[in-house]
């Protein structure tokens, strides 16, 4: 019996990004792209799962998520976890169409409460 494989993306956006995405490894300018990466934020460990996740050539990570993908509510918690505790920058993509927009960022702040773009 053969086994049934579900599709890795059940969204269009998603998969219309990965796709670009992938181009953007291809052409090297981003490096070690996942897809749905599981992640715990803060001394919680709350479990977080953005969409993407890659580095840039400056060496930046960034996580992105799709507005409307994760639960209004929710998001609004994990952006303001993000800024104290996130592991690199945390982008809200929407895409408008053909193109996508980051309609939001997230960027962690250092304990003197600048931006820290080492993390």
């Known amino acids: 019996m053969m ?11 998603h998969k219309a990004r990965h796709k670009y995405l992938r181009g953007e490894l291809s052409e090297g300018r981003i490096t070690e792209l996942s897809v749905f990466p599981k992640m715990k934020v803060g001394p919680a460990r709350i479990p977080y799962t953005p969409v993407f996740s ?16 994760t639960e209004g509510r929710i998001l609004r ?7 104290l505790w996130g592991e690199g920058r945390l982008q809200v993509i ?15 702040i250092d304990d003197d409460g600048e931006i820290d773009g080492n993390r």
């Open 54 to 69: 890659y580095r840039t050539k400056n060496g930046e990570m960034i996580y992105e998520d799709f507005k409307g993908n």
């Open 94 to 108: 929407r895409r408008k169409g053909e193109e996508f927009k980051v309609t939001q960022y997230v960027q962690p």
């Open 77 to 83: 918690i994990v952006k303001k976890m993000w800024k």
């Open 3 to 13: 086994e049934k494989r579900t599709a890795l993306f059940q969204n269009n956006d």
